[in-house]
């Protein structure tokens, strides 16, 4: 075994927390459905802990959420991100006061808060998570305050922008191990579109929402149905781009869901796919929220993690060629397709071409490849199986990058 940090893996903690609990690896194999054999492998960093729902039945064989067993907390204190973390406190306090907070500067206008939401949007989609960190709580204030003091089509468009930007905060708070305040943000933004009929906004809040529950431990089921009744209840309004757009990511997520359960996920991506189709004919946005990275290109994407949810490496490398970087439309998507093929790769025992994907992944977006458990288990699981050449070179430095070995 070469030298990888201990704390770096999900089997160790799984292995320090069972110890806490005085059970043994047969108790928490039967707990958690699996073999001794399984979870012995997990705890010894043989076998890495790769697909949401093993993660998830671990954690609830032990109590624990899945952040205590992907080390979400000490990530806080990288540098790389400080951006985000650093900005949680203001935008916790932002939506608690709704607007009622003492002005430190002049209030905006409503196009000038609508700038502001866009550039953050953007910045999620780009990933740059430490530049947008800052930007959210200011508007979210602002946009209250309009709501609050104006009527009529002002008050509607200030409901509208802080839907928009309190969706992009539910998905980085999500992202970066805040679920609690992220399904806050998530029905800030549904009550904004409540207010002023954002049918994008609805589907993108119960999208969040249904993704904070695919990462509980228990709640695959409610993740499935949270997001196939929101599809349902909101397709038939579903008229512009961005209705159908985050309409569409719905239907995705429900794939994801179904397979994170084992079941085959083919007809919710089918469905995405056709949403895919209609929006190239759909009216044009009447609301700022949408959601350009939804396409045709995404959801094959989406098939790609999905099959590598169910460890069916061939079926990832089989659909992989009918991509290119290129189709998908944010450096985020590029980066979760490199990492789909990097989990395969290593599925066949192929190192050296998964480190070659990583790293084609890391280039894209490095704060997301960064904070994303399932890099970190493959890129530890190589450092202890593959051969000392490779380990000492490239994959050894990434390894150090992203917080797998110490620097």
Same mark, same amino acid.
């Given at each position: +075994? ?22 043994? !690896? ?28 093993? &993660? ?9 959420? &899945? ?95 802080? /839907? ?22 998530? !029905? ?38 949270? /997001? ?9 309004? /579903? ?93 985020? $998507? ?13 599925? $066949? ?32 699981? +190589?450092?202890?199986?593959? $051969? ?20």
């Amino acid at each position: +075994m070469n030298d990888v940090d201990e704390g770096r893996y999900v089997g160790r903690r799984v292995r320090m927390i069972r110890a806490r609990r005085g059970i043994s !690896q047969q108790v928490l194999a039967d707990l958690a459905g699996m073999s001794r054999s399984a979870i012995a492998k997990y705890e010894t960093g043989e076998r890495p802990v790769d697909s949401r729902r093993t &993660l998830c039945a671990l954690a609830q064989a032990l109590g624990v959420t &899945l952040g205590d067993l992907t080390g979400q907390v000490e990530e806080r204190f990288d540098p790389s991100v400080a951006g985000i973390h650093g900005s949680v406190p203001a935008i916790e306090t932002a939506i608690w006061a709704a607007g009622n907070i003492t002005p430190t500067a002049p209030l905006r206008t409503l196009d000038e808060l609508a700038s502001t939401a866009e550039e953050i949007e953007a910045l999620s989609i780009e990933c740059n998570y430490a530049a947008l960190g800052p930007k959210i709580a200011p508007v979210l204030t602002e946009c209250y305050q309009h709501a609050h003091d104006t009527s009529g089509a002002d008050r509607d468009r200030a409901w509208d922008i802080l /839907a928009t930007t309190a969706h992009t905060a539910a998905s980085v708070l999500r992202n970066f191990g805040y679920p609690s305040l992220a399904w806050t943000a998530a !029905q800030e933004a549904e009550k904004a579109a409540r207010n002023y009929g954002g049918t994008a906004a609805l589907a993108a809040s119960a999208f969040t929402r249904s993704q904070i529950l695919l990462s509980r431990p228990g709640a695959l089921p409610a993740a499935l149905d949270t /997001a196939t009744n929101a599809a349902a209840e909101l397709d038939d309004d /579903a008229r512009t781009v961005g209705d159908i757009e985050l309409c569409g990511m719905l239907r995705l997520q429900a794939g994801l869901a179904t397979a994170a359960m084992g079941s085959d996920p083919t007809a919710h991506f089918d469905e995405a796919a056709e949403q895919a189709t209609r929006r190239a004919h759909a009216a044009p946005n009447t609301s700022l929220l949408s959601d350009p990275t939804f396409g045709p290109a995404n959801v094959t994407l989406w098939r790609m993690s999905a099959a590598m949810e169910r460890r069916d490496a061939d079926q990832v490398l089989a659909l992989a060629p009918q991509l290119s970087p290129s189709d998908l439309p944010s450096e985020g $998507r590029r980066a979760q397709y490199f990492v789909e093929i990097g989990r395969a790769r290593a599925v $066949r025992r192929n190192y050296r071409g998964s480190l070659h994907a990583l790293l084609h992944a890391e280039h894209s977006a490095p704060q997301k490849v960064r904070n994303m458990t399932h890099a970190r288990e493959l890129v530890g699981h +190589m450092m202890r199986s593959a $051969r000392r050449d490779l380990t000492s070179g490239e994959l050894g430095r990434l390894a150090q990058r992203i917080g797998v070995v110490a620097p």
